[in-house]
């Protein structure tokens, strides 16, 4: 194990994205944790303020990932500095990427439906994260035999291909079936092989003139949402919490 990391991991100078990696999903996952514990009133936390105004921790996270980032950039990819850069900046995107429907909404919506989005980039920002630094890369590798580059060739093919899969099912309106489809392959062949949901780019530019696709995919779409809306919800909710319920207009 300790020659496949320093030969896969350090010695391409990947060592600070696995860093980054890794402090950008604990911190998700301790700040998703913290974030539950103030909402229940449980533990010693509690919000933080300053003069009546609530201080969301994506401003600590934009401070974090801007010195991670600018640190990265100059320290280069191997040495402490590196990765504690990586560290930093993993820990910064963290505590962003977890306010994330905060920034596209411009509002406090974390526990809304609407906060959900951030849980879903997250995942995918860990899926491609981690596709790049599984893909068995030849550049700045040593003494690469001709079968070890070719079997090396081969991985990196396998991840453009599986990556485009990853593209066409997100064309076809399967956000999630997509961000699996980054880590199993055989997931983006089935997305590809069924139909688009509707509303799609690809169900508009490929079931304009065809009625039966048209209706056949809304009706798919509807059983699909009926029967996985109750687990999917219930795996949701224990990632990144139950929503507050609607309250009414006017009330």
């Known amino acids: 194990m300790g020659h496949w990391l320093h030969r896969n991991i350090v010695e391409p100078g990947k060592l600070p994205l696995l860093l980054a990696l890794t402090a950008f ?22 919000n933080v303020s300053s003069g009546g ?3 969301h921790h994506v401003v600590p996270g934009v401070v974090l990932t801007v010195i991670g980032g600018f640190g990265a950039v100059a320290s280069g990819r191997h040495g402490f500095g590196a990765g504690l850069c990586a560290v930093v900046f993993g820990m910064g995107a963290g505590l962003v990427l977890d306010e994330f429907a905060l920034i596209l909404h411009l509002d406090d919506v974390y526990w809304s ?11 995918l920002t860990v899926a491609l994260v981690g596709l790049v630094l599984a893909g068995f890369s030849p550049f700045g590798v040593n003494d690469v035999s001709q079968g070890e580059a070719q079997d090396r060739g081969g991985v990196i093919s396998s991840v453009v291909v599986n990556f485009l ?6 064309l076809k309106g399967k956000t999630r079936m997509a961000i699996f489809s980054v880590i199993v392959p055989l997931v983006g062949l089935i997305g590809l092989i069924r139909l688009a949901r509707p509303g799609s780019p690809w169900a508009r530019r490929f079931y304009a003139r065809r009625p039966r696709a048209r209706a056949r995919a809304v009706l798919r779409a509807y059983r699909r949402d009926k029967r996985w809306s109750g687990p999917r919800r219930r795996f949701q909710d224990l990632i990144g919490g139950k929503p507050d319920p609607v309250r009414p207009v006017g009330r």
Do not use: D, N, Q, Y
């Open 165 to 170: 899969f990853a593209i066409l099912v997100l």
């Open 25 to 46: 999903v604990l911190t998700f996952l301790i700040t998703r944790v913290v974030t539950r514990l103030i909402r229940a009133g449980k533990g010693p936390f509690g």
């Open 113 to 123: 439906e609407e906060g959900r989005k951030s849980v879903e980039v997250v995942v």
């Open 53 to 55: 105004v609530h201080i």
